[in-house]
């Protein structure tokens, strides 16, 4: 079990920036890697990118590459995604997962990959 709790979300010009947060907070298994997912209205969640718990690396979706940058802190159980250069196309409810370790043949770009989700903080990009 896990509580992922999204914030940082907000209202901001096209060009701005947010910082996004999540926190995993009463997890009682290990964790592979953590990611950020994004849903628009009438759209299918998103992949936007993802950090592997040990060591750290990352991927990123070719549409946030550049602009947007994960990180983590390792022992606040905290990931963090920051979003430069914002568009009014990234424009969604920004979502947290979690995926538990333990597992074989992880790629983390699909939402069926991951085990617990965040309630989701909304990201509205004005032009």
């Known amino acids: 079990q896990v509580q992922l709790v999204e914030s940082g979300g907000g209202l901001v010009q096209a060009g701005g920036s947010l910082r996004l947060s999540c926190v995993a907070s009463?997890?009682?298994?290990?964790?592979?890697?953590m990611g950020w997912f994004r849903q628009a209205p009438g759209k299918e969640r998103e992949f936007v990118t993802l950090i592997k718990w040990n060591g750290g690396a990352t991927i990123y979706a070719d549409s946030v590459k550049g602009r947007f940058t994960i990180s983590r802190d390792y022992f606040k159980d905290t990931v963090y995604l920051q979003t430069n250069t914002l568009k009014p196309e990234d424009t969604a409810t920004y979502y947290c997962?979690?995926?538990?370790?333990?597992?074989?043949?992880?790629?983390?770009?699909?939402?069926?990959?991951?085990?617990?989700w965040g309630q989701g903080t909304q990201v509205t990009v004005s032009s």
């Open positions: 997962a979690v995926r538990a370790s333990g597992r074989f043949g992880f790629v983390g770009t699909r939402a069926s990959e991951y085990d617990y």
């Open positions: 009463k997890r009682t298994f290990g964790i592979e890697a």
